[in-house]
């Protein structure tokens, strides 16, 4: 009687350690999949963090070469104008106020 209580017990425990063995292994892998998608999250953050980082020095590059040009154009403007009516007397062409 008590060698198949004893059975039964192991039987039980037995059972009860297979269970939480399954169990550890199904959080296992779930837990590597939840892993392998946080890593590919965070490969693709990375990713866009680089692509906006890009843009933003794209951004400062052409402000910054706009801002340039038009102080090249402000300066030099008017020597442009007071050159090009020279060129005009010196080669005849007068100008005219239409």
Do not use: C, Y
Not at 20 to 48: F, G, K, M, P
Not at 56 to 78: C, D, E, H, Q
Request: charged residues 25%.
């Amino acid at each position: 009687m008590i060698d198949q209580r004893f059975a039964e017990f192991q039987a039980q425990i037995d059972r009860r350690f297979n269970g939480v063995h399954e169990s550890i292994e199904v959080n296992t892998v779930l837990t590597q999949q939840a892993d392998d998608r946080s890593r590919r999250i965070e490969d693709n953050t990375r990713a866009l963090i680089e692509i906006f980082d890009r843009a933003g020095r794209s951004a400062t590059f052409f402000a910054r070469t706009a801002r340039f040009v038009r102080s090249a154009a402000i300066w030099l403007g008017p020597f442009i104008t007071v050159g090009g009516v020279i060129w005009a007397i010196a080669h005849g062409k007068w100008p005219t106020l239409d």
